[in-house]
């Protein structure tokens, strides 16, 4: 379904909006009672992204301990030219896409070429990609724009197939994905690539423990904030009565499976009632919700998780300390 965008009044922004939101209602319900009867409870960090959740996360990027999006900018501020012209691109299509703040340094490097032409943002959190949108229509006078409202966990069939496309998955959100299911998307992707398009993909690289749990669990509490506002979402969108204050935020990292996990934590014993699935879901002091993996990667892993899915590196670059890696991947 295309029609274009109210907020925008413009018509270079369409919106194909792949669920709806009953669609959505009921998913997060399935999620969430699965998430919560299984042996170990945990919810999708998909459902962070409410309006209040995007916003978090924006303030997360600025905090001092927080060095992926600043490592990734400065990968980005070197080599978003070398990757563009790499390609040839017309087109960014972009996963995962947030407010698309690092996208401007793509967007700049097409304009520069001279062959901008189309951005497809695919993002669940409809609020900050249409945000984002409107904001870009009006920076770049030749761009169309189609949002597109979907989960990237799907196989979806991209926009702006037929023209010279980087299909860019930034910010290390593959971390976010299992081993298992970061192979699966990666087949989706050499799938939905076209010959001569490019895969662009930021990757968190293993380091030391102590940096890794300082980026998750920042001093001023955002960190904090941002895992706690999932309980609200859960509040309002499936009338449940969790009560945030007697949760806390967790992370620590898994040095065996390079992973940091993030939780949280019930610290009474306590029953939780979640109207919408007539459940009552019980916790002992000190049980605790996971809410999300973040996997760091090694160029070996990163090769080889890309390889598995049928890519191949083009470019590797990293940040000057080594903390961050940008792939530009290709189909074999
Ligand atoms: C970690 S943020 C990264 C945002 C931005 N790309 C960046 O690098 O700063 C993850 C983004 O992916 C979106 N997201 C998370 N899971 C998703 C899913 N399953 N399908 C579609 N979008 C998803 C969130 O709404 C959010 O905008």
Redesign the pocket.
């Known amino acids: 379904m295309e029609r274009p965008s109210a907020a925008a009044a413009d018509d270079r922004v369409v919106v194909r909006n792949v669920l709806g939101p009953r669609d959505r209602h009921a998913e997060l319900a399935r999620d969430v009672r699965d998430g919560l009867t299984g042996p170990v409870k945990e919810i ?3 459902y962070f ?1 409410d309006a209040r959740g ?1 916003d978090l ?1 924006e303030r997360i ?1 600025a905090q001092p301990e927080y060095y992926p ?1 600043r490592a ?1 900018t400065e990968i980005l501020e070197l080599h978003a030219a070398d990757f563009v012209s790499d390609v040839g691109a017309h087109v960014l299509v ?6 698309s ?2 996208t401007r340094l793509l967007l700049d490097a097409m304009h520069a070429q001279g062959t901008l032409e189309g951005y497809a943002p ?4 409809e609020d ?1 990609v249409h945000a984002a949108a409107d904001l870009l229509v009006s920076e770049y006078p030749e761009l169309q724009v189609v949002i597109v409202v ?4 799907a196989p979806l069939d991209l926009s702006f197939a037929g023209r010279p496309r980087l299909i860019a998955f ?2 290390s ?1 593959i971390g ?1 994905f299992t081993p298992e299911a970061a192979r699966r998307f990666m087949v989706c992707v050499a799938e939905e690539l076209e010959p001569g398009d490019g895969f662009l993909i ?1 990757f968190d690289l293993v380091k030391d423990a102590r940096e890794l749990e300082a980026a998750y669990d920042d001093a001023a509490g955002v960190t904090a904030a941002f895992n706690l506002n999932l309980l609200s979402v859960l509040n309002r969108e499936l009338h449940a009565d969790f009560d945030e204050r007697t949760f806390r935020h967790r992370a620590f990292y898994d040095a065996g499976r390079a992973r940091i996990e993030m939780h949280l934590v019930s610290e009474i014993a306590q029953s939780v009632r979640i109207a919408d699935l007539d459940l009552e879901v019980r916790f002992e002091a000190g049980e605790s919700i996971r809410t999300e993996l973040s996997h760091k990667y090694t160029p070996e892993s990163a090769r080889g998780l890309l390889e598995a899915g049928g890519l191949r590196i083009r470019r590797w670059e990293t940040d000057g300390s080594a903390r961050f890696a940008v792939a530009l991947a290709e189909r074999r």
């Open positions: 999708p960090p998909k992204y995007s996360f990027t999006t990734e972009e996963y995962g896409s947030g407010s703040t690092k695919v993002d669940v959190s900050a979907a989960d990237f966990d930034l910010g959100t976010n930021g």
